[in-house]
């Protein structure tokens, strides 16, 4: 049975600070701005749209999800969001850096590992490692901390999301809800400005689906970081502040 997680506890001057009330202060900081984007993916000599001008903001802070059935364009528009992929027509600001199909790769590379964090539905985790190992590897390929520091950041992490007696267990000897609690820590582990989320709990059953869920919240409310998560299932809607609703590569409506 996998353990209740505990408290999550980061250690962080990049994220908001909590007051008194348990809110968290914030501004009207756009730290995502997508404008007028396109995406056509050829095959063939055929063109196919997955966007069609999408224009979306999103505050610092804000937890928002990207809503439709399969094909709308959900996982595209986080895939541009997130830097793998870049917009054929348009552009996307992130983090005041902005992007556009001449963005040079490095830029992106240097943008992924330093401000952003990804959860996808399969967990990708190295097979070969043990959790904490997996937590450390981003930490590892930035370079800038000491074996030491980096230890104790993916320790104090795991131990945040219930995995303190877990942490030198290989993937395979993981449950699915535990896998995803350990990708979790490996996304928060470089402090991203944003967490970029792709129906990470489409594997899962309800129990974890809803353990992971309520992480997340507290994450978000908690510290103010900013979450953009795709789903197609309806009954997590109330865990944003935010829908967006997407339907042949184009936001219908917001609510």
Request: proline share 3%; charged share 25%; aromatic share 4%.
């Amino acid at each position: 049975m996998d353990a209740p997680c505990n408290e999550i506890v980061l250690e962080s001057s990049t994220y908001l600070e909590e007051d008194t009330n348990g809110s968290v202060e914030s501004d009207d900081t756009r730290i995502v701005e997508v404008k007028n984007c396109h995406k056509t993916y050829l095959h063939g000599i055929e063109g196919v749209a997955a966007l069609r001008g999408v224009n979306l903001s999103v505050k610092r802070g804000e937890f928002v999800m990207l809503y439709g059935t399969s094909g709308g364009g959900k996982s595209t528009l986080l895939n541009l969001i997130g830097t793998i992929d870049r917009p054929t027509k348009g552009t996307i600001k992130i983090c005041e850096t902005l992007i556009s199909d001449r963005t040079p790769d490095s830029e992106l590379a240097e943008l992924r590992l330093k401000r952003l964090g990804f959860v996808f539905q399969t967990f990708n985790l190295i097979s070969q490692l043990t959790a904490i190992e997996n937590v450390e590897l981003p930490l590892t390929l930035q370079g800038e901390l000491a074996v030491a520091e980096r230890r104790a950041r993916c320790r104090q992490l795991l131990k945040s999301v219930g995995m303190e007696e877990r942490m030198y267990h290989l993937p395979s000897q993981l449950s699915g809800g535990e896998q995803q609690r350990v990708t979790i820590a490996r996304a928060l582990v470089n402090w991203p400005d944003i967490l970029l989320l792709d129906e990470p709990t489409g594997d899962l059953d309800t129990k974890n689906t809803e353990l992971v869920m309520r992480m997340l919240v507290d994450l978000n409310k908690r510290y103010g970081i900013t979450m953009i998560m795709v789903t197609h299932d309806i009954h997590l809607r109330n865990y944003a502040d935010r829908i967006v609703h997407l339907r042949d590569g184009k936001v219908r409506r917001m609510n």
